[in-house]
């Protein structure tokens, strides 16, 4: 179990954690979700023990991080943001020699690298494997001790979307033994329908809570219909829509598959799918904020969005719906 109590941490004089109370239980999976800024940083550096609680109190598996680092070690599994892998060493050896750092038996390497699917790999050089094998690789160290917490930095960082699945088939596997797991992340992307509970993180502090399994749930059936020409009605996930278009009167929904039209209005698509995480960008477009990658100023009243799409699509915003979006980020 991971628990904090009256956490804060001032920096320079500054308060840059305060958290009253967070609590990750056996069988759960947690996310602590925040842009750059929003202290996340500062929080995994108190997780891993690198630095020490102005107050309060931070225990991982009832191991407190800063006073008992080596017994932090051997409880936790920790992903950084970096892979953290030796380049000289083929994906076997860097797992054995992690075994020998551990007292564990050599076979546990092999073991390993059959979870995360890189048995193939086994003797393969490193430097000509993909960022998502290498991702799968550094999980494996993080899991590879078999420890009673798993904490990842970007866990999903450089893969691609069989990497994606099968990391969150991993740590959903790992939480059903009994622990608990715990991601920092910059957005929700791939973690509603992995986490039991997500926190958004603002300037250092936790300022909502979700329950995606419940909400789902609550708001099924979580489908947006789209009319084809044949009259056939196909239902959409709103995870599949890049952004919705008004056009001539008409809404119509945009996928990777192509363009579709859809009876409701942007206004009522706004109503039904803000909470999903779709966001107002123009008067003509509601972009879902999980596909936008980055957030282009041109001139002082002047911003896009690009999406992370194979064509890089840009999605005009309006300068009031900057000034929303970022008070609604934290950037």
Do not use: W
Request: net charge neutral; glycine share 8%.
């Amino acid at each position: 179990m991971i628990e904090l109590k009256n956490l804060q941490k001032a920096i320079g004089g500054n308060l840059v954690i305060d958290i009253p109370g967070l609590q990750v239980e056996a069988l759960e999976i947690a996310a602590l979700v925040g842009p750059a800024g929003s202290g996340k940083r500062a929080l995994f550096d108190l997780f891993t023990g690198k630095t020490r609680p102005t107050a309060g109190t931070l225990q991982l598996a009832g191991i407190d991080p800063f006073l008992e680092k080596d017994q932090l070690s051997q409880v936790v599994g920790i992903l950084f943001t970096e892979d953290a892998v030796y380049k000289h060493l083929t994906p076997l050896a860097n797992l054995e020699f992690q075994t020998r750092l551990y007292g564990l038996p050599r076979s546990r390497a092999g073991e390993v690298l059959s979870q995360v699917g890189l048995r193939d790999q086994a003797n393969a050089n490193l430097n000509k494997l993909s960022t998502s094998l290498l991702r799968r690789l550094a999980f494996g160290r993080a899991i590879l001790h078999a420890p009673q917490v798993l904490l990842l930095f970007e866990p999903f960082s450089r893969c691609d979307q069989t990497t994606v699945g099968l990391l969150s088939g991993l740590m959903r596997a790992f939480a059903e033994q009994g622990k608990s797991v715990l991601i920092l992340a910059d957005d929700q992307t791939n973690l509603d329908s992995l986490c039991d509970k997500i926190h958004v993180l603002r300037q250092g502090q936790i300022t909502e809570t979700h329950h995606p399994q419940e909400e789902q749930a609550a708001s099924f059936p979580f489908k947006i219909p789209a009319k084809l020409e044949d009259k056939k009605v196909i239902l959409l996930n709103p995870a599949e829509v890049l952004y919705a278009s008004a056009e001539e009167g008409r809404a119509f929904l945009i996928t990777l598959d192509g363009k579709l039209p859809t009876q409701f209005t942007l206004a009522e698509l706004e109503e039904r799918l803000g909470r999903s995480g779709f966001f107002r960008a123009h008067r003509g477009f509601l972009v879902n904020l999980q596909h936008v990658k980055e957030v282009i100023p041109f001139t002082r009243n002047s911003f896009s969005l690009r999406l992370n799409d194979a064509n890089g699509t840009q999605i005009p915003l309006s300068k009031s719906a900057a000034r929303e979006l970022s008070d609604l980020l934290g950037y």
